[in-house]
């Protein structure tokens, strides 16, 4: 019935899958905020082997450097200089709970009946030697360069507003 090869690739992308998908029901599962970065961390990683899977090296490069990175360590900075009381946990209510296991099993049974009925184009046949970060930072440093700059700017006022809004807080 199914013609499946199983590669090193086939693996490769059960693994990343089982990663991320534990990764992201352990960030939603979780109760201590440092562990749930953990956990989003994880997905971040498991996403970055994915690109690597595709052939998207500088995308699996930018998401690992910058979002399970950058944007993890900057959530545990920010988790550690805010104070935090110990709020109580609310009750735990098994209608709303029951209705969200249909509504997620439901959800489950659309997207495994719409993968499954569809058909899927024959990909292209892999071309060796094509460098794609190359040409991103070809494109980006000739056609994208005022966007580029713009963001930097942008993001370093960010950073110098969130470092003034945490000195603040502080005082």
């Known amino acids: 019935m199914f013609n499946i090869d199983f590669t090193g690739e086939f693996a490769a992308f059960f693994v990343f899958s089982a990663i991320m998908i534990c990764g992201a029901v352990l ?11 953990v956990s989003m961390a994880a997905v971040f990683l498991g996403l970055a082997g994915m690109f ?12 690992v450097l910058i979002y399970a990175g950058a944007v993890s360590i900057l959530m545990i ?21 029951a209705l969200a296991a249909i509504g997620a099993l439901c959800l489950f049974g659309v997207l495994f009946y719409a993968i499954r ?19 991103i930072g070809e494109l980006l440093y000739t056609g994208y ?27």
Do not use: C, W, Y
Request: charged content about 20%; aromatic content about 8%.
């Open 27 to 37: 960030m939603i599962s979780l109760e201590k905020v440092v562990h749930m970065v």
């Open 52 to 63: 690597v899977l595709l052939e998207a090296e500088f995308v699996a490069f930018v998401q």
């Open 77 to 97: 900075f920010g988790i550690m200089m805010t104070k935090h009381q110990g709020a109580e946990r609310e009750k735990a209510k098994p209608l709303h709970e």
């Open 117 to 135: 009925s569809t058909t899927f184009p024959e990909p292209a046949p892999f071309q060796a030697g094509e460098d794609n970060t190359m040409a």
């Open 145 to 171: 360069v005022v966007p580029f700059e713009l963001l930097s700017v942008l993001l370093t006022v960010a950073f110098i507003g969130a470092i003034v809004l945490a000195k603040k807080e502080a005082d």
